[in-house]
């Protein structure tokens, strides 16, 4: 936001409100809409872009970026919990990555600086559950396909040579492109002349207001980048089934947890923060194309959004920091309409074309 | 001066287990039956930990996408090696070496083709995490044995630790590996030198003379291992896939990267330096360590890219002199051998081996499950 808005910006939430017929909310729509698209280098964007859809990328070459972050579903992966690499299965939901440019933290536990996309495009492709790759192994596997080569001497520069680190940033910047699409909340929050369903009105005064939403999900993403316990329900799958418990263990022992083979829940931001007061605590998930990511929650244990929102209104399970609502059911289904409205039509993205490897000239 | 310290180290590193065969001995060549296995004393043999390896030879769970065991590429009806010139290495990968057999490699003072592992535990390991090999990660592997309750019991009753731990995986490999050695009892030159003297051909006898005379192979392949576990460079010729197979091209840019060359080897050359990765020095560039000629009837192909298909191969090669390269050995020179020493050489190659390969059949390799508390502590608490 800049200066100019941030002076605008009360008046224009409190006129949105008051458009609503809500002038008793005390809160103002701490919401905000998608600033102008990422200003990124073209050619490192479309090697990016190539790059996501490339399974050499992985360990096997089997397994892309796109494997786990499908476009179709706004690059979330539509299972309960992500399958991760070829022998792995991992214990948390694959998050959706529109406007991921966006987000302050990363990863459920926040474990990433969202600053950094480069950074974290390499820990998924090097990671043993998710992509299980080695950097110097992908970069000599692009060096060895031409077209992709070609791309890499565009981004890069004509003498450039495939190099690791680089080829995160060109993931890191096909990702800055990647944007969720201008929504009804939008035009509501820019202050265009729109038409809301009744259902859409009731439910954005309750998310300000008596749904407490806001207080977490806020900002452009409809998150505040903080960690929360709400008691969601363990997925019992993570101890029925002993490769997803072996990622889960794994990941306590490489974060450092003292005696982690104690450990069988999924600690959240405790493996970061080493604080018991962070057990069970997960990064407030962005709102913005919501209805293509489901199922919901860090652990998919919700499959739509009516059970999240009544979720919220128990306030949460055990140990949660949330208080009951009290909502009836037609304020949660004029909560669910709300936040259906924060997800536009997915745009097709089309797939880069798979190339194949050519041979270089042998030194002798 | 520098470099003649290292290259000092370098030969007292290497040259520990050739004192075997210069040890003086009534037989040329030191030749003799494999004398009891060396075990280090941190690791200690026993039936369990042998068991214990025995299972995790064969277990797929430790690469990275549990697609890929020891097994895999040391397979006991292919001469506990590989059919394929270049191993097969992890999937999307080719290796751009022979995997070679691990039958007597006990005896090896130095493990792989270029002395990069100081025993089988490193090796165990190198090939477990290496990405053209096995591809795993350690705390992955580890974490997979410790949700296989078979495991977690043998573990704890071989190393008395509550959980499995991966360097102790390790170990119990080795330890099996050290089992898997040639029989005296069956093999006809081990018969032979015990006095039996129909145990060999009169053709193999042939060979013999020619072996530590004429064709000279006892300068290298002496002793009871049949090998001066010194490194050679012979110029054994390129294998067509480095030319052929972009995996292979892929592979050997990564080796020479991963392994630190200078930036003029990795960008204008894809040779393989051999024990010179080890070394530093240049003077080692395309040196490889002297193959055992035990059980060669079972582990074809040959060389350290398996370049040649047959024995007869090998032997027409060292018979020109060997090939083109650096730091070619100067025991190598053209033998001017017939068709019949040829054979007779062969003959007597073949003699080295069992009389039947030695087989395992795979065992059954434990399950994972559940940990036990794991469904009980995962309830909201």
């Given at each position: 936001?800049n200066?100019?808005?941030?002076k ?10 008051a458009c609503?017929?809500s002038?008793?909310?005390?809160q ?24 996501f ?14 494997s ?5 579903r706004?690059?979330?992966?539509g ?19 529109l ?7 990363l ?16 820990d998924?492709?090097?990671?043993a ?18 077209e ?15 190099y ?9 910047e ?20 729109v038409?809301l ?44 089934e ?11 022992a490489t974060?450092?947890?003292p005696?982690?083979m ?6 959240g ?68 309409a ?27 | 001066?520098k ?18 065969a ?49 097994a895999s ?12 010139a270049?191993?097969r ?26 002395g ?5 535990e490193?090796?165990?390991q ?22 296989v309750?078979e ?12 959980w ?8 119990a ?21 015990a ?7 009169r ?5 013999y ?7 000279g192979c ?5 002793g ?11 110029g ?9 197979n ?26 393989d ?32 890219n ?9 032997v ?11 730091n ?29 390969p030695?087989l ?22």
């Amino acid at each position: 936001m800049n200066g100019w808005q941030r002076k605008i910006w009360p008046l224009l939430t409190a006129g949105v409100l008051a458009c609503l017929g809500s002038t008793a909310t005390a809160q103002s729509l701490r919401l905000e809409p998608l600033p102008p698209p990422a200003k990124v280098k073209p050619e490192l964007a479309k090697l990016g872009w190539h790059l996501f859809f490339e399974p050499r990328l992985s360990g096997d070459g089997s397994r892309s970026c796109a494997s786990c972050h499908l476009p179709s579903r706004a690059f979330a992966d539509g299972q309960p919990l992500s399958r991760g690499y070829n022998g792995t299965e991992y214990f948390r939901n694959a998050p959706g990555l529109l406007s991921v440019r966006l987000k302050t933290r990363l990863m459920w536990d926040g474990r990433l600086d969202g600053a950094d996309l480069p950074t974290a495009v390499r820990d998924m492709v090097t990671e043993a559950h998710f992509m299980n790759a080695d950097g110097r192994l992908i970069q000599e596997r692009i060096r060895q396909v031409p077209e992709l080569l070609a791309l890499w001497r565009e981004a890069f520069g004509a003498q450039s040579q495939p190099y690791g680190p680089q080829l995160f940033v060109a993931i890191a910047e096909f990702l800055k492109t990647l944007d969720s699409g201008d929504t009804l909340v939008d035009r509501v929050l820019r202050g265009d002349k729109v038409a809301l369903p009744a259902a859409v009105r009731a439910g954005m005064v309750l998310f300000a207001g008596k749904g407490q939403c806001v207080r977490c999900h806020n900002g452009v993403l409809g998150t505040d980048g903080k960690a929360y316990r709400l008691g969601v329900p363990e997925n019992p799958a993570i101890a029925d089934e002993p490769l997803r418990m072996i990622t889960l263990l794994r990941h306590h022992a490489t974060m450092g947890v003292p005696n982690y083979m104690a450990e069988r829940r999924d600690p959240g931001s405790y493996v970061v923060s080493k604080d018991p007061a962070d057990r069970g605590r997960f990064v407030t998930p962005a709102l913005r194309g919501l209805t293509h990511t489901g199922p919901y929650m860090h652990n998919g244990m919700f499959a739509t959004l009516e059970e999240v929102v009544a979720f919220h209104d128990q306030g949460g399970g055990p140990g949660s920091e949330l208080q009951p609502l009290g909502l009836s059911a037609g304020e949660r289904a004029a909560l669910v309409a709300f936040l259906r409205t924060w997800s536009a039509p997915l745009p097709a993205m089309a797939e880069p074309p798979a190339y194949d490897y050519w041979l270089t000239g042998s030194a002798r | 001066m520098k470099q003649h310290l290292a290259r000092g180290l370098a030969a007292l590193l290497l040259a520990t287990a050739a004192s075997l065969a210069a040890a003086a001995d009534p037989v040329p060549g030191g030749f003799g039956p494999l004398p009891p296995v060396s075990i280090p004393a941190d690791n200690p043999m026993s039936a369990a930990k042998v068991e214990l390896g025995r299972l995790l030879f064969w277990d797929k769970r430790l690469s990275g996408n549990a697609s890929t065991s020891c097994a895999s590429c040391h397979a006991p009806q292919t001469g506990w090696g590989e059919p394929e010139a270049l191993s097969r290495g992890y999937p999307g990968t080719r290796h751009w070496r022979n995997a070679q057999t691990i039958l007597n490699a006990a005896y090896y003072s130095r493990l792989f083709w270029d002395g990069a592992a100081d025993g089988l535990e490193q090796q165990a390991q190198s090939a477990a995490e290496g990405a053209v090999a096995g591809n795993g990660e350690a705390a992955m592997m580890e974490m997979r044995l410790r949700l296989v309750p078979e495991y977690v019991a043998r573990f704890r009753e071989v190393f008395g630790t509550e959980w499995p731990r991966i360097h102790h995986a390790w170990q119990a490999i080795a330890a099996f590996q050290r089992t898997l050695v040639s029989d005296a009892k069956k093999v006809p030159f081990d018969r032979w030198l015990a006095g039996d003297a129909a145990a060999l051909s009169r053709e193999a006898q042939r060979g013999y003379a020619l072996f530590i005379g004429k064709a000279g192979c006892v300068q290298c392949h002496g002793g009871p291992l049949l090998s001066d576990q010194a490194f050679h460079a012979l110029g054994v010729p390129r294998h067509a896939q480095s030319a052929s197979n972009p995996l292979v091209q892929i592979t050997a840019r990564w080796q020479n990267l991963q392994r630190g060359v200078s930036e003029a080897q990795y960008k204008g050359s894809d040779d393989d330096l051999g024990l010179a990765y080890l070394t530093r020095n240049p003077a080692d560039a395309g040196r490889f360590r002297t193959p055992s000629l035990r059980e060669l009837r079972y582990t074809a192909p040959y060389m350290h890219n398996g370049v040649f298909a047959t024995l007869r191969d090998v032997v027409d090669f060292f018979d020109r002199g060997g090939g083109e390269g650096p730091n070619k050995a100067p025991q190598l020179r053209p033998l001017g051998l017939g068709a019949t020493e040829k054979k007779d050489l062969v003959a007597f190659l073949e003699s080295l081996s069992m009389d039947q390969p030695l087989l395992l059949a795979p065992p059954r390799v434990p399950e994972s499950k559940p940990l036990a508390d794991g469904g009980m502590n995962a309830r909201p608490r």
